[in-house]
């Protein structure tokens, strides 16, 4: 007779509380552990769930990118007709639909969005070995600022002013303010209180190991004719580096437009209440001498008086 056979399936066994507490607990952390193993949920984001105890690091939301199988695809796509003909919709609506569920028609590359925990020297050697790439734009980096405010910080370009180096835009939390006191736009983004604001007020509150990997940047302009330089670790992005073109500002003969921002979604700026916000560009307005260049709300460029308190989203590079 084998050890198994003298438990029956009614045998009863005495526990005390404490044992039966701790069987329960390890079956809850089981089935816990099991669910998040299924929805592919990140190594560090289960151990934390396991331990009770946040791991260092900032959290990075990254996209990967892939090219799906042909015949998987159209099986996706097809499905996505058959559903909207079901409903009695149009099939043309049916390509939102696969967008919505990760495909991205023409190309057709499925994006998808994973969690991590990383620290921002660990980025700095990232892309100090070529291998920026791994962040593609889109990517969210969350953090917190020394005063306690969490913040939030999106690449928008790889190898964009330099090789080896990776372009991001804070969008969390918005800064408003004019671009100057008083509507001029005298000396351009090198003389304005906005640059002062950012990189005077603003960026002491970064955390010090966010600080001590971003590189300084130069704002090349061109104003009536003459070019001034300014180097920051914050700065405001142009409007052709947003858009691709000039309709307000003098173009400098050497931006070049963050192809993520092309995109009029990727423009677009929220507050914490998820409302559209209009933001300032660096450029000021080439038809007047009291305008900047701004961004409306909805995606698209514009001018405006420079003491009008629109929101500041700075971008910074490390490489």
Known sequence: MGLMELFTPEDKIELSFTQLHGLTTEVVKHDLLMNGIKCDVP?????EVMTGKKEDGI????????????EELHKVLRAAVEKKRAAGQR?????QQAEEEGVRLGDVTVYERRQRRRNWADIKKTIQEGNAAEMLPGTEICFTLKDGRPAKAVVIGINHYNQRDAVF????????????????????WHDCEARRLLNEEFFP??????????????TNQKIDGKRTLS???LFLPSEF???????????N???????????????????EDDDLRAFWTADPSAANTTDFCYFIDYGYSDDYGAAGDLALAPLFVIE
């Open 43 to 47: 190594h560090v984001f289960l151990r």
């Open 59 to 70: 959290q990075v939301t990254g996209i990967t990118c892939h090219t799906p199988d042909p």
């Open 91 to 95: 099939e043309d609506a049916a390509g």
């Open 169 to 188: 835009r804070i969008v969390e939390p918005l800064t408003f303010a004019g671009m100057n006191k008083e509507h001029t736009n005298a000396g351009g």
């Open 205 to 218: 509150l970064l955390p010090d190991e966010l600080q001590a990997v971003i590189a300084k940047h130069d």
């Open 231 to 233: 180097d920051d670790f």
């Open 241 to 251: 580096e947003i858009m691709g073109c000039n309709r307000y500002a003098e173009y």
């Open 253 to 271: 003969g050497v931006d070049k437009v963050f192809d993520y921002l092309k995109e009029r979604i990727n423009r677009l700026i929220v507050d």
